[in-house]
């Protein structure tokens, strides 16, 4: 990409968006475009058409997309099938009609079987059954995998496919119902250290009420009190995180360096190396992750599970050994990530 290339980030105010505009910002890239989601809706056919053909974009960054929890996935499955589908149908497919020279879209490593070998290489896609709290979402995201290699394949595009592990960063999503772990167990956490010190102004105005006893009874509802807070599930399935600049670095990374040629053994009938993994090659369990948190927030309480709560996949741990030996590592660990976004959450 040349530093004056005209580059599109869709999703740009989003926690992978805006990492990836700041990285190419950082690195000089001086014409990126953006919109947001109320001035160009991508699951609209006809705005995408025209945004292409007015902006002509020559790389996509393809970040926008409907985006949760394990619980968002569950309850608003119609939802993240039907967005997905279609933002990503639109953009793919506007990209090819308009020469897009590269487009990066990002799947998820939920698109791996439930129960995958571990640490999950790449080529265990489309192997075994998905998990089912997040499996529209999956689909989805596996239909934009196979969409990429279809497009390139038949009609020689250069569009490449990333599967990034669990994220977190700056500009995260902090709703205590619809967000991932480690922002709600951030907010939760840190409500409940708030209550337990009785600094009731500081409750409310973190959740946007008048009166505390509103507050306490809304808290209630996600069990948080000055006591305790409730961790969903057993405590026992384990995840890896990866800092979204990092993740930013890495996508910016393979734009640079790598084309959809590189990624793709075509004489391989059985194994299509389609796509490539993001992510640190480290679990931890949501257990030692909430007393992490704990501690960083310094709350005295207890940590309470609820089995009620779904686990979701027991673990899926990348294996990032592709991405390594093209010369990428992670840079941030995971405490320090905490701490850095404890303190964006403090200061936002
Ligand atoms: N966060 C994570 O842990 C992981 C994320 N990913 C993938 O990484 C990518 C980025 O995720 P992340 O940054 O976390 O998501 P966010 O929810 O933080 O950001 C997504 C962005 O997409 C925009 N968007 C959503 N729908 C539309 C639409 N119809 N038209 C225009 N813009 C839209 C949102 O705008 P608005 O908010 O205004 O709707 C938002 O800015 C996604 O593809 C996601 O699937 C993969 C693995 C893990
Ligand atoms: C990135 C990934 O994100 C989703 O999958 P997930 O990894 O299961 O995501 P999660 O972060 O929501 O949960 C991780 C674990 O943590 C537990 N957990 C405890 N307490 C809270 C809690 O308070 N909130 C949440 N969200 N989870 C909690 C929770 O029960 C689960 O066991 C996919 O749907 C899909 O979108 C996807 O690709």
């Known amino acids: 990409m040349k530093k004056n290339a005209k580059i599109y ?14 990285n190419l910002s ?7 475009i953006t919109r947001t989601h109320s001035e160009l809706d991508l699951s609209s056919q006809i705005a995408v058409s025209s945004f292409f053909e007015n902006e002509k974009p020559e790389y996509v960054f393809l970040a926008a997309a409907k985006v949760g929890g394990i619980v968002a996935n569950n309850t608003y499955r119609a939802d ?4 997905n589908m279609m933002i990503q149908n639109n ?8 020469d897009v020279k590269k487009l990066l879209f990002l799947g998820s490593t939920c698109i791996y079987p439930k129960n995958a070998p571990q640490p999950m290489s790449e080529d265990c896609l489309l192997t075994d059954t998905l998990e089912y709290t997040n499996e529209p979402y999956a689909i989805a995201k596996i239909a934009g995998i196979k969409m990429c290699e279809s497009y390139n394949l038949q009609y020689g595009t250069n569009f490449i496919s990333v599967m990034p592990t669990n994220l ?3 500009n995260d999503n ?4 619809k ?3 480690l922002p709600a167990l951030i907010r939760k956490i840190h409500l409940a250290k708030l209550l337990s010190e009785a600094k009731y102004d500081d409750v409310v105005k973190d959740l946007g009420l008048e009166h505390i006893e509103e507050a306490k009874a809304y808290l209630e509802t996600f069990g948080v009190s000055a006591n305790s807070v409730e961790i969903w599930g057993s405590g026992k399935p384990k995840r890896e995180f990866l800092w979204s600049e990092d993740m930013a670095d890495a996508c910016v990374f393979i734009m640079e360096n790598r084309n959809f040629s590189d990624t793709y053994e075509a004489d391989q009938k059985e194994i299509r190396n389609t796509h490539i993994n993001i992510g640190t090659g480290k679990d931890i369990s949501i257990k030692e992750l909430a007393e992490t948190i704990k501690a960083t927030v310094g709350f005295k309480g207890d940590l309470v599970f609820n089995t009620d709560k779904p686990d979701g996949t027991m673990k899926k741990l990348t294996d990032v050994s592709k991405l390594n030996g093209l010369g990428w590592t992670h840079n941030i660990e995971l405490k320090e990530g905490i701490h850095h976004l404890f303190n964006w959450y403090l200061n936002k």
């Open 179 to 181: 967000s991932h772990v």
């Open 91 to 98: 953009v793919i497919h506007q990209s090819y009609l308009h």
């Open 174 to 177: 902090f709703d205590l119902e």
């Open 80 to 83: 993240f099938i039907y967005e």
């Open 168 to 170: 977190y960063g700056p």
């Open 9 to 22: 980030i869709a999703g740009h105010r989003g926690l992978v968006g805006s990492a990836i505009l700041n």
């Open 26 to 32: 950082d690195k000089g890239y001086s014409n990126i």
